[in-house]
């Protein structure tokens, strides 16, 4: 029962760790994302699926993004 609440524990950390890369990433590729002016909650939501959604599709249909190139060698670059 230790084991697995220990096990728990470190995936929730990584999950965690993914999460605010993540959204690290999407803030620097998306201006309106670093200061946002207050939504409701729902739009909130929306802006967030929505800069994910072209985050992913860029990185699938792009093998030679600047930015992600810039991300996956420098995680703590910041773009222009």
Do not use: G
């Not at 524990?9 to 309106?32: A, D, G, M, P, Q």
């Amino acid at each position: 029962m230790e084991k697995t609440k220990e096990v728990e524990k470190k995936y929730s950390i990584v999950i965690h760790n993914v999460i605010e890369y993540t959204f690290r990433v999407c803030k620097k590729r998306w201006k309106l994302l670093q200061n946002t002016p207050t939504y409701p909650y729902k739009i909130q939501v929306q802006v967030i699926v929505v800069s994910m959604t072209l985050h992913n599709y860029i990185r699938i249909k792009t093998q030679d993004d600047n930015t992600f190139a810039e991300f996956d060698h420098h995680p703590y670059f910041i773009p222009d």
